[in-house]
Every structure is written in C-alpha cells, then in structure tokens.
C-alpha cells in the first residue's frame, strides 16, 4: 500500500528555534510537494520539488529531497509566529497521475 | 484574477438526495482534481481528471461521479449522499506538461466546500 508519512504530526516551538519536518514515502516519485494550510484555510503550494538532490527555500523555509532515501525534509529556521500552519507534503505516483498526500504536520510556533 | 472557485462553500444535506459541487478554473489548466479532507486523514484524492474527458479515480472514488465536459469546470456528483461522505471537499487544478516525461506543476486549490449529509 502506498503510503506517506510525516512526523511530527504535532509540533509546538518557540519562536526563533529551529525545526525540521520529515516526510517519508513508500512509492517511487520523482517530484514532491509542499503545501501549506491556515487553520479554516484552503491549501497553498510552498514548493515543488522535481529530482532527486533538489532543495528550495523562500524565506525561513527550506524544503529538499532524497529520491533514493524517498524521504523530504521541511527545515524552519528561526520560527515566527506566522509560520503556524498545518504543512502537508504530497507525491505523485510514477506512472500516474494520482496524488497521495500525507496526514499533516500542525506547527504551532509560541511567542 | 486567477482563481478555483467551489460552489456551494456549505451544504447540509439529507441522506439519499442527489448533490452536485461544482468547481472551476481560469487559468486553462489540464489537470483537475477532487479531495476530501477529514480529521487525522489528511487530504484523499477522490477523482482527477487530466483532460477534457479524461478521468480516473482517486484513492477513495465510491459514492462519487465527476465529468469533465469542458475544460474548466470539473462538478463532483454525490448521486445518493450517506453520513460518511461528511467532510471538507476540495477541488484544485494544475498544470501539466504536454509531450514529454509526466509532470504536474503545483496545484490551485479552491476554497473548499464543508458538506454535513444528515
């Protein structure tokens, strides 16, 4: 069964820390997405990730990917009070065009 | 203003009584998709569609149609609604290269639609 998993699935920090959000996937993906939901929100895209090795960042996030590992990593530098949002991450299946998305990540950055 | 837009944004409904949410895009995208989300389960992709006529199904297609007869707009038909299709319904929309390896660019979501089937 095709899975993705994120962990933490809760994560509560201070600002000004730093944290990392974990992303594991079961299938072959060449691409991995990043998205961000606001509590109440619709989903917006963070970042698209398309090979193996690639990393981007905007602002205080910085997202990369292992397609060997089939793990991506979601790095928060420096956490401020905005960032606290529920973040998913999302692969397509090779070969398809089916989305499978993880269950969230809900971060909750305190002052 | 490019946009997904979803219509009703809320619905209760009664058990058994057909239901259609509708979605659309301006922005000429190819690829369309339906979601549900639900508590500790994340986003579960329902149907897509990666043309004009062109549908398959997601992870959890049962009690749902879709059509796409024109590319913008992409309804999701509830034929017989049942308490367990209760939830937050997303629809979103992206590009998709034409020719070449397969790829998606990142999706447009809609605003969402919270459906409650009593």
């Known amino acids: 069964e095709l899975k993705v998993e994120q962990n933490p699935l809760f994560l509560s920090m201070q600002e000004g820390k730093n944290y990392t959000i974990y992303c594991n996937y079961s299938?072959?993906?060449?691409?991995l997405y990043w998205y961000r939901q606001d509590p109440g929100k619709s989903l917006e895209s963070l970042f698209v990730l398309l090979s193996n090795g690639a990393v981007k960042q905007e602002g205080r996030l910085m997202a990369s990917l292992d397609t060997k590992a089939r793990l991506s990593t979601l790095h928060i530098t420096a956490a401020v009070h905005d960032l606290s949002a529920t973040y998913f991450c999302a692969v397509v299946t090779s070969g398809t065009y089916k989305y499978i998305f993880g269950t969230g990540t809900r971060l909750k950055v305190l002052a | 203003e490019a946009q997904v837009t979803q219509n009703p944004r809320y619905l209760i409904t009664v058990t058994g009584k057909k239901l259609t949410v509708t979605c659309s895009q301006n922005m000429n995208h190819e690829y369309m998709s339906w979601y549900r989300q639900d508590p500790g389960l994340g986003l579960r992709q329902i149907y897509y569609?990666?043309?004009?006529?062109?549908?398959d199904k997601g992870d959890v297609p049962e009690g749902y149609k879709v059509s796409r007869k024109e590319k913008r707009n992409f309804p999701l038909i509830l034929e017989s609604p049942s308490p367990n299709q209760t939830s937050l319904y997303f629809c979103?929309?992206?590009?998709?290269?034409?020719?070449?390896?397969?790829?998606?660019?990142?999706?447009?979501f809609g605003p969402g639609t919270r459906l409650t089937v009593t």
């Open positions: 979103a929309s992206s590009l998709s290269n034409s020719g070449g390896p397969l790829f998606l660019y990142e999706q447009y």
């Open positions: 299938t072959t993906s060449d691409r």
């Open positions: 569609s990666m043309n004009v006529e062109v549908t």
